[in-house]
């Protein structure tokens, strides 16, 4: 059997797509759901400003939810523009490893905050599910995403409900800005965009998820809702839902099987979430096609899941953990076939990142002249850690911008989701 064949008939295969018309399919679902139209892509507008200034030395709370970890502190920005960041409280997202009620949910960010009540007078609070921004700054919740399940939060405004929990506790006069990750990782990009004098600006996040948000600046704007006129606005994306892409089997039994069949989409075919899982799903019909040692597919066929982080430490031979794929079960030809289907899941993923950029900076609309280039902020523990991938992205960026005579400076900022919801929580109020 021909693997390499396998995959691409399986559509697990960057040569199994063409990028230009991924990139038209995923501008076209852009421009439909800014327009209201029926579109994988919910397009939310974020409110947020990235004109205001920040005040040194002024403190504000964070609360970082993302979609492994829960992250609160207390965060200041220095006379040089650094931000100093103090009572940093770290724990599990809560609703991940079991479902959790939404007084849970909001007793545990109470919890951390009530300490520090007089430390702070606003809340920056970075979301890192789909929301629906307010006019008022607040989020409700659309859906989760990344297999967290608090369902009564479903529809709540997310601040709302924080600020009435405070209250509750005795604290009043908190004010909370609520803001996507994707839309913090772009605030967080305009310090070092203004240095190299940044056209626009778009954030990306490949991690446990995926999302990405850009700067509109056209006048599309004026359509997105009632409270908005035309102008520039960030747009939280909601990339992970885009599905106008073909699928394979294994994808679609990926699908099925997960906690939002029909959901999400583009993220089980990137994210860190699902690229041990959708592997696993590839091993499983390898080993029923007698390519595996007989132990080796004994192994594979019980396996109920696949760490990422195992897969892709094997295919990185780094020397860390690699789990049951360690094991005597498997011979050294077997973690090479393991090696090179995970490598092409992860050059899919590549590919389809790669389109994402590239379809956010075609949407800005500038980053024409190489003087002023767009300034993508990329944030994510799978796009830098996953064996290949980081590389593999600019490389095909490279290509697609090229093309298009556009230009972008890629750039990193530390704790992106905190810096970006410290400066959306300074200068909203």
Known sequence: MDIK?????????????????LIDRFLDEMEKGLNGEASSLAMIPAYVSAEGKVTADKPVAVIDAGGTNLRICIARFNDAGGIELSNF??????????????????????????PLKDEFGSIGFCFSYPATIMPDFDGRLLHWTKEIKIPELVGKHIGAGLIQTLEERGIPG????????????????????????????????????????????NE?????????????????????GFSAFKRGAPDLQLDARSETPGGHIFEKAISGAYMGSLTLELLQVLASEDLFSDSGAAAL????????????????DNGRDTGVLGSEAFSDRDREIMKSVFLS????????????????VVKCG????????????????????????????????????????????????????????????????
Request: a negative charge; charged letters at 20%; proline letters at 2%.
């Open 301 to 316: 066929s019980i396996m109920k899941d696949l760490s990422t982080i195992h897969i892709d430490n094997l295919a990185g």
């Open 345 to 360: 899941v992860v050059d899919r993923a590549a590919l389809l990142t790669a389109v994402n950029i590239a379809a956010a």
């Open 174 to 217: 908190k004010q909370v800005v609520v803001l996507n990750d994707t839309v913090a990782a772009l605030l967080a990009g305009l310090a070092q965009g203004h240095a190299f004098n940044a056209s626009s600006y778009v954030g990306f996040i490949l991690g446990t998820g995926t999302n990405t948000a850009y700067v509109e600046h």
């Open 89 to 114: 409280n770290k724990q599990p997202m809560p609703g991940r490893d079991h479902e959790a009620t939404a007084n849970e949910f909001y007793a545990v960010l109470a919890d951390a905050l009530e």
């Open 5 to 21: 064949a396998w995959l691409k008939e399986q559509k697990i295969s960057a040569e199994a797509y063409d990028a230009d018309d």
């Open 366 to 429: 500038t980053g024409q002249d190489a003087d002023r280039p767009v300034c993508v902020n990329i944030d994510g523990s799978t796009y830098y850690k996953t064996c290949q991938l980081a590389d593999k992205v600019q490389a095909h960026l490279e290509t697609l911008l090229g093309e298009r005579g556009l230009h972008i400076r890629c750039i990193q900022v530390d704790d992106a989701p905190v810096v970006g919801a410290a400066i959306a929580g300074l200068t909203t109020f």
């Open 220 to 240: 599309n704007i004026g359509k997105l809702d009632g409270y908005l006129s035309s102008g520039s606005q960030g747009i939280n994306v909601e990339s992970g």
